[in-house]
């Protein structure tokens, strides 16, 4: 097979539980790849840095002009996560003002015994002696609870925008262009005004009536430059509920894989607890939720010899930067205590996750409370069942026995 043909296969499904051999071949033949559908392909982690931090280069899919591995080019407005400055910045600073510093600094910390708390009534109804599915059973249900608790979002309506998740992620997946994403594209917008609407009628019920919870503050801003209109609060509120369980989902889910692969780094783990909050970090650079990003050069824009014309889609492999030997020490060993390590797991510039703080705590939270019970625990299934998304990689499901 040719480098043309590397983000197909990336993105085929058969290749989901392990992508990283072609991740490889992509840093080889890099570092800019073209492929057979018109897109350029980039894995090195020094290029997909420096475009990361590029303003000449879009996260906005409108700025395409030519074939796409993303959601169609008529689609409507997207969320500030696809917008550029000035318009991205503002956005951004106004969904910031609740959610944590500088002007709600308390917020996120605050939670800390609100999710020990959801982490050992999660994990308390598991039992010992049996199989779970680490996803169904743990990884989903905490990020959720923790998520609904900070918007405002009822437990109970978690069935509803579970549908409404998953026909948006799909629908935002990277992957090569072809013919066949109308009916995925048309759902993921219905999807997304739905979502938009039950959420901003939860908003509106709090509006003059101010509870504890981020969509209420969104509604009772007292300063008229600061609020976000209609159109605004649908879709900022939309990104923060996906965005709030989505990756923490696959980080806590991928961590476990790992751990019940690496048994001697977990034997490490349960000795030296306190190597933990690193040991979260190698995940994000080994097993990240976040594989691949969209960009769009705003004009031609010269990559190691190569040009990247105006309008052209651009995927960036971040999981393959964050495996780059020229950037990492024996980057395919899982080390919870590797030095200097700066993944991409959050992305980076611009649009690093402002949600990143919240991962961590959730993900510090999953696994130190899943320790004690994984040293006598063993994977019923590996490689297990995989997600179709390609961009969020992750299982679906992960059948363990304690």
């Given at each position: 097979?040719?480098?043309?043909?590397?983000?197909?296969?990336?993105?085929?499904?058969?290749?989901?539980?392990?992508?990283?051999?072609?991740?490889?071949?992509?840093?080889?033949?890099?570092?800019?790849?073209?492929?057979?559908?018109?897109?350029?392909?980039?894995?090195?982690?020094?290029?997909?840095?420096?475009?990361?931090?590029?303003?000449?280069?879009?996260?906005?899919?409108?700025?395409?002009?030519?074939?796409?591995?993303?959601?169609?080019?008529?689609?409507?407005?997207?969320?500030?996560?696809?917008?550029?400055?000035?318009?991205?910045?503002?956005?951004?600073?106004?969904?910031?003002?609740?959610?944590?510093?500088?002007?709600?600094?308390?917020?996120?910390?605050?939670?800390?015994?609100?999710?020990?708390?959801?982490?050992?009534?999660?994990?308390?109804g598991l039992g010992t002696g049996r199989e779970i599915d680490v996803v169904d059973d743990f990884a989903y249900p905490l990020p959720v609870t923790v998520i609904c608790r900070l918007l405002g979002v009822p437990r109970k309506d978690e069935p509803l925008f579970r549908g409404w998740t998953d026909a948006l992620?799909?629908?935002?997946?990277?992957?090569?262009?072809?013919?066949?994403?109308?009916?995925?594209?048309?759902?993921?917008?219905?999807?997304?005004?739905?979502?938009?609407?039950?959420?901003?009628?939860?908003?509106?019920?709090?509006?003059?009536?101010?509870?504890?919870?981020?969509?209420?503050?969104?509604?009772?801003?007292?300063?008229?430059?600061?609020?976000?209109?209609?159109?605004?609060?649908?879709?900022?509120?939309?990104?923060?509920?996906?965005?709030?369980?989505?990756?923490?989902?696959?980080?806590?889910?991928?961590?476990?894989?790992?751990?019940?692969?690496?048994?001697?780094?977990?034997?490490?783990?349960?000795?030296?607890?306190?190597?933990?909050?690193?040991?979260?970090?190698?995940?994000?650079?080994?097993?990240?939720?976040?594989?691949?990003?969209?960009?769009?050069?705003?004009?031609?824009?010269?990559?190691?010899?190569?040009?990247?014309?105006?309008?052209?889609?651009?995927?960036?492999?971040?999981?393959?930067?964050?495996?780059?030997?020229?950037?990492?020490?024996?980057?395919?060993?899982?080390?919870?205590?590797?030095?200097?390590?700066?993944?991409?797991?959050?992305?980076?510039?611009?649009?690093?996750?402002?949600?990143?703080?919240?991962?961590?705590?959730?993900?510090?939270?999953?696994?130190?409370?899943?320790?004690?019970?994984?040293?006598?625990?063993?994977?019923?299934?590996?490689?297990?069942?995989?997600?179709?998304?390609?961009?969020?990689?992750?299982?679906?499901?992960?059948?363990?026995?304690?």
């Open positions: 097979m040719t480098a043309d043909t590397l983000l197909e296969r990336i993105t085929d499904y058969g290749n989901r539980p392990d992508p990283y051999p072609l991740y490889a071949e992509l840093r080889e033949a890099g570092p800019v790849v073209r492929q057979s559908d018109g897109s350029y392909l980039i894995g090195t982690y020094h290029e997909v840095a420096a475009l990361l931090h590029d303003p000449r280069i879009s996260a906005d899919p409108r700025s395409r002009t030519a074939p796409s591995p993303g959601p169609s080019q008529d689609a409507p407005k997207p969320p500030f996560l696809r917008l550029d400055d000035p318009e991205h910045h503002r956005l951004r600073t106004l969904a910031m003002r609740p959610f944590g510093p500088p002007h709600t600094p308390g917020r996120i910390d605050a939670m800390r015994g609100e999710i020990t708390r959801i982490t050992e009534e999660v994990l308390g992620i799909a629908s935002a997946d990277v992957r090569p262009a072809d013919d066949t994403t109308t009916e995925r594209d048309r759902a993921g917008r219905q999807a997304r005004t739905e979502m938009g609407q039950y959420l901003v009628d939860l908003a509106e019920q709090r509006r003059g009536h101010p509870t504890d919870d981020i969509l209420s503050e969104f509604v009772n801003e007292p300063d008229p430059a600061l609020r976000l209109s209609r159109e605004e609060l649908a879709q900022t509120a939309v990104l923060l509920l996906i965005a709030g369980h989505e990756t923490t989902v696959n980080l806590i889910t991928n961590g476990v894989l790992t751990l019940l692969r690496h048994p001697d780094q977990l034997d490490r783990l349960r000795r030296e607890p306190e190597l933990l909050p690193n040991a979260i970090e190698e995940l994000l650079r080994y097993e990240p939720p976040v594989h691949m990003r969209e960009r769009i050069p705003l004009s031609d824009v010269d990559v190691a010899g190569t040009t990247l014309p105006k309008g052209t889609s651009v995927v960036l492999a971040l999981a393959s930067g964050s495996r780059d030997p020229k950037r990492f020490d024996q980057p395919d060993r899982f080390d919870p205590a590797r030095p200097d390590n700066e993944h991409f797991g959050f992305g980076s510039g611009v649009h690093l996750c402002y949600g990143a703080p919240l991962a961590r705590l959730e993900a510090q939270a999953a696994l130190g409370a899943l320790l004690p019970r994984l040293g006598t625990a063993a994977l019923v299934q590996d490689p297990p069942l995989y997600r179709q998304n390609a961009m969020l990689r992750g299982p679906r499901h992960l059948p363990v026995r304690l």
